[in-house]
């Protein structure tokens, strides 16, 4: 049975930091290209970022290029987000999500095949 589990977030004021986790059992992970996704209320789930399969590639959505940074350790089957000078537009559930690796990496939801839960990233002014 493949999970993904999100963890570490919270409430942080703005300029803050927060760094997310992801812990991935079930697949062989350094097969997956994995992801970071958010989804604000009322608003439709948003690419954050994507890494390859060995993390030699990174990709990031426009709105928080300069401010995070994905990292995979492969030996833990874990993937991190490190989220600073965070912004209040930056509230939303946060998910992690894997897809088997492919040719390139891809921004798009459907993609994904696996889905965490998600974890709260809640940023106030």
């Known amino acids: 049975q493949v999970q993904l589990v999100e963890s570490g977030g919270g409430s942080v004021q703005a300029g803050e930091s927060l760094k997310l986790s992801c812990t991935v059992s079930?697949?062989?992970?350094?097969?997956?290209?994995m992801g970071w996704f958010r989804q604000a209320p009322g608003k439709e789930r948003e690419f954050v970022a994507c890494?390859?399969?060995?993390?030699?590639?990174?990709d990031y959505g426009n709105s928080v290029k300069g401010r995070f940074t994905m990292i995979r350790d492969n030996a833990k089957n874990i993937v991190y987000l490190q989220m600073n000078s965070l912004k209040p537009e930056d509230t939303a559930e946060y998910y992690c999500a894997a897809r088997f690796f492919g040719l390139r990496l891809t921004p798009e939801v459907l993609d994904y095949k696996y889905w965490g839960q998600g974890t709260q990233v809640t940023v106030s002014s």
């Open positions: 079930g697949l062989t992970f350094n097969l997956y290209d």
């Open positions: 890494t390859d399969m060995v993390g030699a590639v990174t």
